[in-house]
C-alpha cells in the first residue's frame, strides 16, 4: 500500500498536487469498498500491480483476476461485480459533502502517534477535526456496564482532563468510555472518538447527543469506509487505534476479563503508559484494574495524581468530597451526614442500611424516617435510587 | 295438558328467570325443546326421557313441546333438566300446577333420576328472591347457597321422584342445608407474616397496598421472597364485607366454584395464573361466556409472577379492566359485563439473570436489561402506584430468631387505616384511596403549605412527571391514614416518593453516557 500511495504524483504533471491527491483518494475509497472488511492479505496481494486507479482499470478490463492467484479469484469476482456502475469521483464527492474525509498514512496530517505503533490503519475516515499533535492525548477506557464508582470517575477524569487541555479518546462505548468523553465536551475540552463501524453510524445508539457533540467540537474516526456496520470482529482491531492515539491509558474500571483489557495489551505493545484506578478487591468491575496495578500499571487516584505524571504542576480537584451537581462541597450534617457514611457505591437494600444504621450509631431508625432521609439525600444529588428500595451514594459529575 | 315453571338462567352476573312451558297434547310422538337452547338444553331431552323412566314414569306417546320464555335470550347450561322433567309431570297431572307456582326449580338430571349440583344457583336465587319467589327445590348438593338468600326456603331434594313427592304435598324429609366451613380459608390462614424473615421494607411496602388497595410492583432476585410475600397479601387484606363476599360468591358460583368449596367466601380471593395463561383465560370469555381469572379476583388479589414473561396481549387486555374495575365481554349472543376490581400485584426479577444490581453474578449488559424491562407494556407500569424492591436474604436476616410482626398485627394497623378511608369516602362509591380519580384527589388529597413546597422541591429535584404525582400523593394518604393522621405530611410523601417507579434512566445505571 506505500507503494501506491506514494506513486501517486506520478502521471498527472498538469494539475495540482492537491486536486490529483483528492482524485487518488477517491480511487482509495473504492478500493477499501469494493474490497471489503477483512481483507489486508488481498490489499497486500493488490500491492504489486500499481495504484488503486490502475487496479481500478484491471479490475475493469479483467485483467486483474487473471494476474491473482486461485485463492483471491473469489474476491476479484465481488471487486468487479461491485465496480459495476460505479461512479468513483461521485461517491467520494457525495462522501466529502457529508464531512467525511479520508487521511491516508502517507499524509503529513496522518496521526503523528499512530504512525508509531507496530500495525498502523492504511487509511482513516475521519469527520470533525483530529487530534492536535502538540497536545498530551489519554485515553480514558473501561467497562460498558460500569458501576456508580465507575460512572462518577470516569466524569471526574474526563473533566479534569479537559480542563488541564489533555486530549481524550476514547471508543465512545457505552460506559466508561463514553461518560468520560462526554465529561470531557462539557467542560469544554477536546475528545476523540475511535469507531468501530462506519463514521457515519452512531453506535450504540443511546450516545446520540455525545456522537453529535463530537462532530460539533472534536473529532471520529474509523478505519472503516462508511456505511459499515458495526459488528463484533471489528472492535478489537480499532481499540490499537484508541490507544496508538494516546499518550497514556487510562483504565477506570473493567472485569478481570474485559475488553478493555485488549486495549492495554495494545498500548503496552506500542510502548504507552498504562494507568488504572484502584477498587476494593470484592468489587468485580475493579478486578481487571487491581490486577493491571498488580502488573506494574500505574497507580492513580485522582485526576491531580495522572495529570502530575503526565505534565507537571497541574492541580486537579480532589475526587473523594461529595458534591452536588453544580460541583459544590456539601457538608452534611446528623442522620444524613451518618446515613451517607454508610451508603455504598453498590446499591444496597433499605433493611440493610436499618440494620447497618443500627449496628453503627447503636440507636433504630424506623423505616419512614429512612425513607425520608434518603430521599432528601436524593434529592441533594448525594445519593441515589434504584429501585423502590435501594440507595446508594451517587456523586453526579 | 298445560304447565309452566320457573326456572332461571346467568347471563354475566346478572340472572333471568326463565318460565319454562310444557305442552302434552295429541299428534305424532315427539319431544322437543324450543326458546333457543344449547347444546347442554337440547341433549335435557334424552336426560329427562330416560330418567322419567327410571322413576318409574312412563312418557305417553303424544306430542310434547318444551318451551324456554323469554324466547328470544340464548340458554346454556343443565339447570332445565329438573323443570323440564317436573313441567311435563305437571302436564300430565301427576303435580298440580298450584303446587309449582313460586317455586323456582333447578338441577341437573342423571339418568337413573338422581338430581346433581349446577352453577350459578346463587344469582338465580337472588334474583328469583328479588321478584317476589320465596322457595326454590334444588340438588341437595346446591340447597346451602340459595339459603344464602333472605326469604327464600331452600329444600334440597336427592332426586326427582323426590321432588315430586314434595310437591305434590308429601311429608318427606329433606336434611336442612348447611354450609360447610370454607376450606380454603384455613388453608389461607396458615400462611402468616411472620413467616417472612427480615424484608421489612418489602414488608412496608405490601402492608400500604393492601392498606390503600394499592397495586404493587415487587422486583427482586430469584429466592428474594417475592412469591411468598405476595401470597401473604390476602391475609393483611381486610376481611370481605357482607356485600363484598356476596359479589365474590356470585362469580364463583357462577363458574361452578362455589359448591365444591361449600360456603360462602369470606376470605378475599388470591388468583395467580401461569405466565401462559391466555388472554381469554384471563379476562373471560368463550362460546358461552365465563368469568375469567381477573373476574375471579374481583376484591381480591391479582398476582402476576414473571411478569415479563407474560405475552405483551395478554398484559394489554389488563388495561381496561384496571380503569374500569370491570371487564365487559360482547359476543353475538350478547354482551356480558364481569366485575373485575382486583388489586395487580406483580412480580419480576430485575434482569434477565436476575441478580442485577449485583455486579458479582450479573453479567447482563445494560441493554439486556433495559430490553428485559421493556417486556412489560407501560401502560400497565402506569397503573403500579407502588414500586419494590425484594432484597437478596441476608444470613443475619434469616437467622436472626427475631420474632416478626404476624399478619393479624399488620391487619389491625391495616383495618384501622380501612375504617379512615371508609369515613372519607362515605357515600361515594370510593371503597379505597387507590380508586381515586384525578379528581378525588384534589379534593382529598389536600397539602399544606409546607407540603406544597416540599413537593414542589422533589419534584424538580427528582424530575418526577405529572403523572406520578397523583400516584404519590394517593399512597403518602394512604401512609398518612397508617399514621392515623388527618393530613399529610412530609414524611408521608417522602416514603410515597420512594415507592415511585424508579424511572428508566436509573434502571440503566452504567448505561448511557450522560
Known amino acids: 500500500m506505500r507503494a501506491m500511495e506514494t506513486g501517486q504524483m506520478s502521471g498527472n504533471g498538469k494539475r495540482t498536487a492537491m486536486a490529483a491527491a483528492e482524485e487518488e483518494k477517491a480511487y482509495i475509497h473504492w478500493l477499501y469498498q469494493a474490497a471489503g472488511m477483512g481483507s489486508r492479505g488481498f490489499l497486500r ?9 490502475e487496479i481500478y482499470g484491471m479490475t475493469l478490463s479483467g485483467a486483474l483476476s487473471e494476474k491473482l492467484s486461485e485463492r483471491f479469484q473469489k474476491k476479484a469476482a465481488r471487486m468487479s461485480e461491485f465496480s459495476r456502475g460505479y461512479d468513483v469521483a461521485g461517491a467520494y464527492g457525495r462522501m466529502r459533502e457529508r464531512g467525511i474525509f479520508l487521511v491516508t498514512a502517507g499524509e503529513p496530517q496522518f496521526p503523528e502517534r499512530l504512525k508509531r505503533i507496530p500495525d498502523p490503519p492504511c487509511v482513516l475516515y475521519c469527520a470533525g477535526r483530529l487530534p492536535q499533535e502538540g497536545k498530551k492525548a489519554v485515553a480514558v477506557i473501561g467497562a460498558r456496564d460500569c ?9 471526574q477524569f474526563g473533566e479534569a482532563l479537559a480542563k488541564a487541555d489533555v486530549q481524550v479518546v476514547s471508543g465512545m462505548a457505552r460506559g466508561v468510555d463514553g461518560i468520560g468523553q462526554s465529561a470531557a465536551l462539557r467542560a469544554g475540552g477536546y475528545s476523540f472518538g475511535v469507531l468501530g463501524c462506519g463514521v457515519d453510524i452512531c453506535y450504540p445508539r443511546e450516545n446520540r447527543s455525545l456522537y453529535e457533540a463530537l462532530l460539533a467540537d472534536g473529532g471520529v474516526c474509523s478505519e472503516y469506509p462508511p456505511g459499515t456496520e458495526p459488528r463484533g470482529i471489528l472492535f478489537p482491531p480499532r481499540n490499537r487505534i484508541i490507544s496508538g492515539l494516546s499518550d497514556a491509558v487510562l483504565v477506570v474500571e473493567a472485569r478481570e476479563r474485559s475488553g478493555t483489557l485488549i486495549t492495554v495489551d495494545m498500548a503496552l505493545e506500542q510502548g504507552k503508559e498504562v494507568y488504572a484506578l484502584p477498587g476494593r478487591a470484592t468489587d468485580p468491575l475493579s478486578g481487571g484494574c ?39 462541597l456539601v ?67 | ?77 343443565t339447570m332445565f333438566d329438573l323443570p323440564v322433567a317436573v313441567g311435563i309431570m305437571t302436564a300430565l297431572g301427576k303435580v298440580k300446577q298450584e303446587a309449582v307456582d313460586g317455586t323456582l326449580l333447578l338441577g341437573e338430571l342423571g339418568l337413573s333420576g338422581e338430581l346433581k349440583p349446577v352453577r350459578g344457583v346463587l344469582p338465580i336465587a337472588r334474583e328469583g328472591a328479588r321478584q317476589g319467589i320465596r322457595r326454590c327445590v334444588l340438588p341437595a348438593g346446591n340447597a346451602w347457597e340459595a339459603a344464602l338468600v333472605g326469604d327464600m326456603e331452600s329444600i334440597g331434594v336427592g332426586n326427582v321422584k323426590e321432588a315430586a313427592a314434595l310437591l305434590a304435598g308429601e311429608e318427606i324429609s329433606v336434611p336442612a342445608p348447611t354450609a360447610a366451613p370454607d ?29 390503600g388497595f394499592h397495586n404493587l410492583l415487587i422486583i ?18 381486610p376481611p370481605l364485607t357482607a356485600e363484598e363476599s356476596l359479589e365474590v360468591s356470585t362469580i364463583y358460583s357462577i363458574c361452578g366454584r362455589l359448591h365444591a368449596a361449600g360456603a360462602l367466601r369470606t376470605i378475599r380471593p388470591f388468583l395467580n395464573p401461569h405466565h401462559t395463561i391466555t388472554g381469554r383465560a384471563l379476562a373471560g370469555g368463550g362460546r358461552i361466556p365465563m368469568p375469567g381469572v381477573i373476574s375471579l379476583a374481583h376484591r381480591g388479589v391479582l398476582f402476576l409472577d414473571e411478569l415479563p414473561e407474560f405475552k405483551r396481549e395478554t398484559l394489554d387486555i389488563l388495561r381496561q379492566p384496571l380503569e374500569d374495575k370491570r371487564v ?101 362509591g370510593i371503597h379505597f384511596n387507590a380508586d381515586m380519580g384525578a379528581g378525588d384527589v384534589e379534593r382529598y388529597c389536600v397539602l399544606g403549605e409546607t407540603e406544597l413546597r416540599y413537593m414542589e422541591r422533589m419534584f424538580s429535584c427528582l424530575q418526577l412527571s405529572a403523572r406520578a404525582y397523583h400516584r404519590i400523593l394517593k399512597v403518602a394518604r394512604t401512609i398518612a391514614d397508617l399514621d392515623d393522621s388527618a393530613g399529610i405530611g412530609e414524611i408521608h410523601l417522602a416514603e410515597a416518593i420512594c415507592y415511585r417507579q424508579s424511572d428508566h434512566k436509573y434502571w440503566n445505571g452504567g448505561g448511557d453516557a450522560e
Open chain 2, 220 to 237: 427482586g432476585a430469584p429466592g428474594s421472597g417475592k412469591t411468598m410475600l405476595a401470597r401473604r397479601i390476602p391475609s393483611v387484606l
Open chain 2, 1 to 77: 295438558m298445560f304447565s309452566t315453571i320457573t326456572s332461571g338462567a346467568v347471563y354475566g352476573v346478572h340472572s333471568h328467570l326463565i318460565q319454562v312451558e310444557v305442552d302434552i297434547s295429541q299428534g305424532l310422538p315427539c319431544f322437543q325443546i324450543v326458546g333457543l337452547p344449547g347444546s347442554e338444553v337440547r341433549e335435557a331431552r334424552e336426560r329427562v326421557k330416560v330418567a322419567l323412566k327410571n322413576v318409574g314414569v312412563r312418557l305417553p306417546p303424544m306430542c310434547i313441546n318444551v318451551n324456554l320464555s323469554p324466547a328470544d335470550l340464548p340458554k346454556n347450561g
Open chain 1, 45 to 53: 496481494a493488490l500491492e504489486p500491480f500499481g495504484t488503486p486507479r
Open chain 1, 331 to 397: 457538608f452534611l450534617e446528623g442522620v444524613q451526614g451518618q446515613l451517607w457514611e454508610i451508603l455504598d457505591f453498590d446499591p444496597l437494600p433499605v433493611q440493610e442500611l436499618q440494620r447497618r444504621y443500627e449496628e453503627r450509631y447503636g440507636k433504630t431508625i424506623a423505616l419512614p424516617a429512612l425513607f425520608r432521609e434518603l430521599l432528601e439525600l436524593c434529592a441533594g444529588g448525594c445519593a441515589g435510587q434504584m429501585g423502590g428500595g435501594y440507595f446508594m451514594r451517587a456523586l453526579k459529575t
Open chain 1, 290 to 328: 487491581n490486577r493491571l496495578i498488580r502488573q506494574g500499571a500505574g497507580l492513580v487516584s485522582s485526576p491531580k495524581e495522572l495529570l502530575g505524571e503526565l505534565l507537571e504542576g497541574i492541580a486537579g480537584d480532589d475526587a473523594r468530597q461529595p458534591k452536588t451537581a453544580q460541583g459544590r
Open chain 2, 328 to 428: 365487559q365481554i360482547a359476543r353475538s349472543s350478547g354482551s356480558y359485563v364481569y366485575p373485575a376490581d382486583f388489586m395487580l400485584v406483580g412480580a419480576m426479577n430485575p434482569c434477565p439473570c436476575g441478580f442485577y444490581p449485583d455486579r458479582a453474578r450479573c453479567r447482563c449488559t445494560p441493554f439486556e436489561v433495559r430490553r428485559y424491562l421493556n417486556r412489560v407494556s407501560g401502560p400497565i407500569l402506569d397503573r403500579m402506584d407502588i414500586c419494590v424492591e425484594a432484597a437478596p436474604m441476608a444470613f443475619a436476616d434469616m437467622t436472626s430468631g427475631r420474632r416478626e410482626e404476624t399478619s393479624a398485627q399488620v391487619r389491625e394497623r391495616v383495618m384501622a387505616a380501612r375504617k379512615r378511608q371508609e369515613h372519607r369516602f362515605a357515600g361515594t
Open chain 1, 147 to 155: 458501576t456508580e464508582y465507575g460512572r462518577y470517575m470516569a466524569g
Open chain 2, 183 to 211: 376450606e380454603g380459608a384455613e388453608k389461607e390462614e396458615a400462611l402468616d407474616f411472620s413467616q417472612i424473615n427480615g424484608q421489612q421494607g418489602l414488608k412496608r411496602a405490601a402492608e400500604v397496598a393492601a392498606a
